[in-house]
């Protein structure tokens, strides 16, 4: 049946074919709405791997022949090529300045020093500057002579320095009673000073480094009054974890010999100290240590010490404030040293019991600065000079118109308030000023004899075209109580007040060349007749000119 239905259907498709013949050329249209349908993407389940590009490096070969041709090397000198203003600059190292002035007055003065050396330096200064006074016999001369020597190592400095110095001056504030002989009023100190010391060289902040000195001098005068001192001093610092710490000690032995009458004193001293240091503070704290053994006894002292300071404006404006004490020794040096006329003195040491103080200072700008500072101390034998007056009973008495030492006792203060100010504008100006005023409450004198209860200096210093340098200074001491004893009554008694005084000075150097110059000095440009010590008168008007040169 199958078979007959496929045989129906292709007979009934040939007539179709033949009906399609017989239409022929005519058009038949079909209208119908076209639906496009898409069939689903066939996805292949298969990732691209493309094939990767050999890259075959190419060899290439090369046929070449070598030859080995001796060259002779041609070696010639060439002059060598200025450095220019490169170069250090040679050195002067001798320098000599010579002068002369009224009242006969001659200065010299020497230097020679060694030039550049990376492993020692030395040199030698040799002064003579004397007067021969007026009719009060107002004579002086002093003579110094000074060596050094230092040497230079990878990480050690190690130095001498010699000294001798002989001052000769003139006990002209005698009375007129006793006459003016030259020879009886004449005192001579001989003074040879000789130090040694060895130090470290610090890699950085946090090394440890010491500085050790050896001093010994021997001082005396003509009338056999000697005194003798040796003394070792070590000053050691220290890192630890950035607090720098430093450690002062030392020890010295004094012999002061009189007439065949010995005074000898020992001295220790140990003074630590550490320091903390912030960006807008610092603290400082510590204690001093002093022992003193002599002829008699022993005593010990220690004092504690602390200082804060805080940094209102940095580097431009700071206050501090603090508390210290220590000893004053007085020693026959520097006894004289200050006040030459002094005779026999006696020997005690001032003790500053406890300071305290406080101020600021500061900048004002990069040229000019400041400090200012108030204190007030507890002083147990201060020292003070009196007049020895004729004593009536001993006309002969040599130590009559001399100067005495003498002390305080035990509870006296001084109060005192310090101002200095400095400006420096290049080397163009120089300006600084200082001033200091004392109040001093005595406990067992009547005055502050000798002691002024204001000072002011002003120091000027001007450059005009490098060529002309002025220097310009003032000095001013207020009123000092007049004291005077006598050999029947050693009480200090108050005699009235030495006046105040003015010196000024004025001084020109006029530079020729550059290693040629001249110089004039004016002091005591107010011809003022003033006392610094009792019955002792200063010079009144002088001058001096000269030149200086180095070579």
Not at 187 to 208: G, H, R
Not at 225 to 241: A, H
């Given at each position: ?472 200074d003032l000095f001013y001491i207020g009123e000092r109580a007049f004291g005077y004893n006598t050999i029947s009554n050693l009480t200090p008694k108050k005699s009235g007040m030495m006046n105040a005084y003015t010196d000024v000075n004025l001084g020109f150097e006029y530079r020729y060349k550059k290693h040629i110059s001249t110089f004039l000095q004016l002091n005591n440009l107010t011809n003022n007749n003033y006392q610094r010590w009792a019955a002792y008168t200063n010079y009144r008007f002088n001058l001096m000119a000269g030149f200086t040169f180095t070579f």
């Amino acid at each position: 049946m199958l078979f007959g239905l496929c045989l129906v259907g292709l007979q009934i498709q040939s007539l179709a074919q033949v009906k399609d013949s017989i239409i022929g050329n005519s058009v038949v249209d079909v209208v119908k709405t076209f639906k496009p349908i898409l069939s689903d993407a066939i996805k292949i389940p298969i990732q691209p791997n493309p094939d990767k590009p050999e890259i075959k490096k190419p060899v290439y070969t090369y046929d070449m022949t070598v030859k080995t041709i001796p060259i002779e090397p041609n070696i010639y000198t060439i002059k060598p090529l200025s450095l220019g203003t490169s170069l250090l600059p040679k050195l002067k190292n001798n320098y000599s300045k010579i002068g002369f002035g009224n009242y006969n007055s001659p200065l010299v003065e020497f230097y020679l020093n060694t030039v550049r050396n990376k492993q020692m330096r030395a040199g030698i200064f040799y002064k003579h500057l004397s007067a021969n006074g007026n009719e009060n016999l107002t004579n002086f001369s002093n003579n110094t002579l000074h060596g050094n020597l230092s040497y230079f190592k990878s990480n050690q400095q190690f130095g001498v320095d010699a000294y001798y110095h002989r001052n000769r001056v003139q006990l002209y504030g005698r009375p007129d009673s006793m006459g003016f002989n030259e020879e009886d009023g004449k005192i001579v100190y001989d003074l040879i000073d000789v130090k040694a010391n060895a130090s470290n060289v610090a890699k950085d902040s946090a090394s440890f480094t010491h500085l050790t000195q050896v001093h010994f001098y021997s001082y005396s005068n003509q009338a056999k009054q000697k005194e003798n001192n040796i003394g070792i001093y070590t000053t050691l610092r220290k890192s630890f974890e950035q607090l720098p710490v430093e450690l002062q000690a030392g020890f010295r032995m004094n012999q002061f010999d009189s007439a065949g009458t010995a005074y000898n004193r020992r001295f220790f001293y140990l003074n630590p100290e550490i320091r903390l240091e912030e960006d807008n503070y610092y603290l400082k704290a510590g204690f001093n240590t002093f022992f003193v053994t002599d002829s008699s006894a022993s005593k010990g002292h220690f004092f504690p010490k602390a200082e804060a300071g805080f940094h209102i404006i940095p580097k431009k404006f700071e206050v501090f404030a603090g508390l210290t004490g220590n000893v004053q020794v007085n020693t026959y040096r520097t006894i004289t040293s200050e006040n030459p006329f002094v005779q026999n003195p006696v020997q005690n040491n001032t003790v500053n019991k406890l300071e305290l103080y406080g101020g600021f200072k500061g900048q004002l700008s990069p040229q000019c600065g400041f400090h200012i500072q108030s204190s007030s101390s507890q002083l147990e034998n201060n020292l003070y000079f009196i007049y020895r007056a004729l004593d009536s009973l001993k006309t002969t008495d040599a130590s009559a118109g001399s100067q005495i030492a003498v002390y305080d006792g035990t509870k006296g203060t001084l109060t005192q308030l310090q101002i200095h100010v400095y400006y420096q504008n290049g080397e163009k100006w120089r300006v600084n000023l200082s001033t200091l005023i004392n109040n001093y409450k005595m406990d067992k004198l009547s005055d502050a004899f000798g002691r002024p209860e204001f000072e002011s200096k002003l120091n000027i210093w001007y450059n005009i075209a490098d060529k002309i340098y002025t220097k310009f200074d003032l000095f001013y001491i207020g009123e000092r109580a007049f004291g005077y004893n006598t050999i029947s009554n050693l009480t200090p008694k108050k005699s009235g007040m030495m006046n105040a005084y003015t010196d000024v000075n004025l001084g020109f150097e006029y530079r020729y060349k550059k290693h040629i110059s001249t110089f004039l000095q004016l002091n005591n440009l107010t011809n003022n007749n003033y006392q610094r010590w009792a019955a002792y008168t200063n010079y009144r008007f002088n001058l001096m000119a000269g030149f200086t040169f180095t070579f």
